[in-house]
Each structure stands twice: as structure tokens, then as C-alpha cells.
């Protein structure tokens, strides 16, 4: 059996909405998440060509607003609607955080819902090596090592590779999910994810 395939982003608002929820769903099927974390914009830009900017008011409302409202109460998931302080800085630092602990062999199922959470709770600031740090070491992992790798080289070559690889297969948003190649789009997919795992679709 094969990893479920993840891409996301580190500050995706619907990837920490369905992020407790893949990994039960992982765990039951006896499957691993495989991460992949990318540069969601630069991936945006390349395959949907429209940037989150490019969006109506009456769309951001109501795709940051009301739906993930409901999909917060749906999910059991505290979120914070209103947009984190933060939400606009670079990827590079929380995705390679997240990255270096693939690489590193740490649990990067808790260190990515521990980000995620920081910042639609808490209005952390992820792209900040103090705060990550600290959100690293409440979740129970040493994040030392981490922090020093994820803007190395070595793993930002990865992001990138990650970002290649989610333009390539024309990847349109976050969360994705894949099993055993067949792609699912949005953490309101997991059902189906689920179902995929146990009886794969036609």
C-alpha cells in the first residue's frame, strides 16, 4: 500500500481544517502521510491564473468567512476566522521547518497541525524562527534541529522540488490529497479519501 500524498501549505486555512481528520483517516487505513509541502502561490498562480488577490470581495468573504465557519463546527476545529496578521509572509521557513522533519525523521504530522493551528488560533507569525520554535517544543518536538535546517539548501531545494511537482500535476489549491494517484482536491474530499483507501473508485 502506498503513502497518501499530501500538498499543502504551512498557512493553509482548509489544509488545518481537515488536518486532525487525515491523519484518523491515515491511521485507521493503516497508511502513512506522505508531506509535500509547497509554495502556494507561486503554484496558484501557475495552474488556477488567478492569484488569491484576484478574487471578488463577495468570494474571499464567503470562502474565508462562512465556509470555513461551518466547516470549523462540521470538523470540531477551532479556527479564526478573521484573517491572521501574518497571513501574507513567505512560506519558506514554515514549509522547510516541516520539510527538515521529514528529512530528520520527526513526527511532521504533529509539527504541521501545530503550525497550522499557531496560526488560525493564535495569530502566530509562522514565518518567524522564535515562534516556530516555541510551537515546535509546546508540541512536544525538538525544534533545535529543525529550525537550523529549514532554510538550508538542501531543503529548500526540496520546497522547491515540492512546488514543481504540484505544477506539474496541475495542482490548484490546498489541501490535495492523493491515493494511489488519484487526486482529491479540498479537505471536504476526505470522505472520499476515505472510501478511496478502503474500495478505490472506479
Known amino acids: 500500500m502506498s503513502d497518501i500524498e499530501y500538498f499543502y501549505s504551512a498557512h493553509s486555512a482548509y489544509a488545518y481544517l481537515g488536518a486532525k481528520r487525515v491523519m484518523e483517516i491515515a491511521k485507521a487505513a493503516g497508511r502513512k502521510l506522505r508531506h509535500w509541502p509547497m509554495d502556494l502561490g507561486v503554484v496558484i498562480a501557475a495552474t488556477s491564473g488567478r492569484s ?18 461551518r466547516w470549523g463546527e462540521y470538523r470540531g476545529v477551532a479556527i479564526d476566522i478573521a ?11 514554515p514549509n522547510g521547518m516541516i520539510i527538515a522533519a521529514v528529512e530528520q525523521g520527526a513526527d511532521a504530522d504533529t509539527l504541521a497541525h501545530a503550525i497550522m493551528a499557531a496560526h488560525w488560533t493564535q495569530d502566530a507569525n509562522i514565518a518567524d524562527e522564535t515562534t516556530l520554535a516555541a510551537v515546535a517544543t509546546a508540541a512536544g518536538i525538538d525544534p533545535v534541529p529543525l ?9 529548500q531545494a526540496i520546497h522547491k522540488a515540492n512546488t514543481d511537482e504540484a ?36
Open 147 to 155: 529550525v537550523e535546517a529549514a532554510m538550508s539548501a538542501e531543503i
Open 167 to 202: 505544477i506539474k500535476r496541475h495542482i490548484f489549491g490546498s489541501p490535495t490529497y492523493y491515493v494511489d494517484g488519484d487526486m482529491f482536491y479540498g479537505q471536504d474530499r476526505l470522505e472520499l479519501v476515505e472510501r478511496a483507501l478502503v474500495r478505490p473508485f472506479a
Open 83 to 93: 484573517k491572521p496578521t501574518h497571513h501574507d509572509e513567505p512560506l519558506a521557513l
Open 52 to 69: 488569491f488577490g484576484g478574487r471578488s470581495d463577495a468570494h474571499s468573504a464567503y470562502f474565508f468567512g462562512r465556509e470555513m465557519e
